[in-house]
């Protein structure tokens, strides 16, 4: 019986036949090694000799072979993939949420696999039944719906939710301290002699939203002012829609002089209807945002704005589900992130 240190040199050049992946059997007929051997050369896991070692991993390299994750996973009952749904990628904050959550996965080992729900509950359910499928061990989401969440943890999946939250048991969530946050902005512009502030809002029933919201009416509250519900003005989830609220505050007899939007898409459209209705900022109204973008210092001025670190959200979540994948039993917990208000050009006093 042949011994692993008398096994033959691998064949240069072999491959797993025209057009067809290279398989661990490919490799191991390559290293003249057995299946088994070659396995536990390759996953490190188990004892084989540093010659035979070496010669199977040259062999692999030389197949170009690239591991099945997916069936390893199946073979151990685990996964170093971590499932990733975000609302919106095409929105930069979502977009750099899922690479905060990649970079930090990566350093912990995990891979990601990523999916855009579009903000439709739907669509976060079908890819929440294709993570499922491929065995993920654990999921962050910023959940459209309440269900989905549920939905996971039914299934026995991790999961933590980012950016808004539904208060699941057993599901953690990450975000910043938006009522603080929006609290700090409007209190700014109160602070300005600003009186008549509208609030641009996508909605209020997540709590993102309704935290924003809530930070709001508590600074005008604050400083002895009656909030109004009729400058609250909820304006969908882009730009254009945000262009159509802003241009209706504009026409009214008495507009307000500041504007605060609760994201930065409703930012954008609001900076888009002021400039079109031949007002200046700051000098005619004054604008902050809520989350940071890169046109938002291209334009003069700048635009004032609430800084959350998006990346850091992302890396939070991720190293909090990876937590929870150890401890599965655990009592939920709520990692809150601080926000930062970063004045720019856009906010100036009251206009008398």
């Known amino acids: 019986m042949a011994t692993e240190a008398s096994e033959p040199e691998p064949t240069s050049g072999r491959t797993g036949g025209r057009g067809r992946r290279a398989t661990i059997t490919d490799v191991a007929a390559a290293a003249g090694a057995s299946r088994s051997t070659t396995s536990r050369a390759l996953s490190g896991q188990g004892y084989v000799s540093p010659e035979v070692r070496d010669r199977v ?21 685990s996964s170093t993939s971590i499932g990733v749904l975000v609302s919106d990628l095409s929105n930069v904050f979502y977009a750099q949420l899922a690479a905060g959550a990649s970079r930090r996965a990566k350093e912990l080992g995990f891979t990601t696999l990523l999916a855009d729900t579009q903000v439709q509950s739907k669509e976060e359910l079908a890819a929440a039944q294709a993570f499922l499928e491929l065995r993920v061990a654990g999921v962050v989401v910023t959940p459209v719906s309440a269900r989905i969440s549920g939905w996971l943890v039914d299934h026995e999946i991790p999961t933590v939710e980012l950016d808004r939250s539904f208060g699941r048991a057993g599901v953690d969530s990450v975000a910043v301290d938006n ?30 939203g309704r935290r924003r919201y ?9 400083a002895g002012l009656k909030p109004n519900d009729a400058d609250v003005v909820a304006s969908g989830w882009d730009a254009t829609a945000a262009s159509e609220a802003t241009r209706a505050l504009l026409r009214r007899r008495r507009p307000p002089t500041a504007i605060f939007a609760a994201n930065n898409l409703l930012a954008e459209g609001a900076w888009r209807a002021v400039h079109e209705a031949g ?44 937590h929870r994948i150890g401890r599965p039993t655990e009592p939920r917990q709520e990692v809150v992130l601080g926000a930062e208000l970063q004045l720019r050009g856009s906010t100036a006093r009251a206009p008398r």
């Open 279 to 322: 007002l200046r900022v700051p000098r005619d109204l004054s604008l902050i945002g809520f989350d940071d973008a890169p046109w938002m210092t291209l334009v003069q001025p700048a635009v004032s704005t609430v800084v959350q670190n998006a990346i850091a959200l992302g890396e939070a979540a991720v190293s909090r589900v990876v």
């Open 57 to 77: 991993q040259r062999a692999a390299r030389s197949l170009g072979y690239v591991p099945d994750a997916l069936a390893r996973g199946l073979k151990r009952r």
């Open 179 to 208: 009522f603080r946050a929006s609290e700090a902005a409007t209190a700014h512009l109160v602070g300005l002699g600003h009186r008549r502030i509208a609030l641009l809002i996508d909605e209020t029933d997540w709590t993102t």
């Open 214 to 222: 809530e930070g709001y009416r508590s600074a005008l509250q604050a």
